[in-house]
């Protein structure tokens, strides 16, 4: 899943793709490196982030969504909180819903998924993008998320949602601290034990210079965030969000031919 950030202030690649031929570019580029999913967002859920209205974000999707379907088929993905954003990429073309907020941003939101029949990748995130960095704790951070994650796949089900359009993910970076983030992937199979297909975002997360002081600007992570993608294909995710898609397909590339050869 290759990530396009039409926002102004994500923390990676914020304003780097904010207008409509700069990020239709960049679509076609990560196309062509070896992307099967395009993950498109319009508002930022970095630590801090301030929040957008629905309509701004409805304004920086939209015309990207409808230019890329009218150029290619790849299925496309829509990482919003909001049942009216998701409603409208939807409606305009768009297969996945990608909610950092688990179908709790607002009443409908489970009702809505249902009712738009799409794919739903349900994230695991303590507080909200505003807050989610300020001294989150865990009893057992595993089986915590486990558990948030199997209650928010039943609420999906209960109100509609197909299991088989249902994805789970850790939520990496988001209400967590160093040690949360590796104990998560370290132990990525008691998610995908769950039964529903994985997706795991660690691209580029900060997570990676706690560890490497050197890596403190985004774009220094690749090695990083190759071997977060490479432990998640170990441990059975389905999907990786990457913002490094040729480096991570020939990464996963080596890493199966490896396997296969055992």
Excluded at 94 to 118: F, H, K, Q, S, T
Aim: charged content about 20%.
């Amino acid at each position: 899943m290759g990530i396009l950030n039409l926002t102004p202030d994500s923390f990676s690649d914020g304003g780097r793709f904010a207008d409509e031929p700069a990020a239709l570019a960049r679509a076609h580029r990560l196309i062509a490196d070896g992307a099967d999913i395009l993950d498109i967002g319009g508002e930022s859920t970095r630590p801090g982030a301030t929040p957008v209205s629905a309509d701004d974000e409805i304004g920086r999707i939209l015309p990207l969504i409808t230019a890329l379907r009218s150029v290619s088929d790849i299925p496309l993905s829509i990482d919003t909180m909001k049942p009216q954003v998701a409603r409208a990429a939807v409606s305009a073309g768009a297969a996945i819903w990608n909610d950092v907020a688990a179908l709790r941003y607002a009443p409908e939101a489970c009702d809505v998924a249902a009712e738009l029949g799409c794919q739903v990748v349900l994230m695991h995130m303590r507080g909200d993008p505003l807050t989610m960095q300020q001294a989150p704790t865990y009893d057992d951070v595993v089986a915590e998320v486990c558990e948030f994650l199997a209650g928010r796949a039943e609420a999906a089900m209960k109100a509609g949602v197909a299991r088989e359009k249902i994805w789970l993910d850790p939520g990496i970076g988001f209400g967590k601290t160093l040690d949360h983030n590796l104990a998560l992937l370290a132990r990525l199979d008691a998610i995908v034990d769950l039964g529903f297909p994985v997706l795991l975002g660690a691209s580029r997360k900060r997570f990676i210079a706690a560890l490497d002081p050197a890596a403190e600007a985004p774009d220094r992570r690749l090695a990083g965030s190759v071997a977060a993608a490479l432990a998640g294909a170990q441990a059975g995710v389905a999907a990786v969000r990457v913002h490094d898609v040729a480096e991570t397909v020939q990464a996963l590339a080596v890493w199966s031919a490896i396997t296969a050869a055992r």
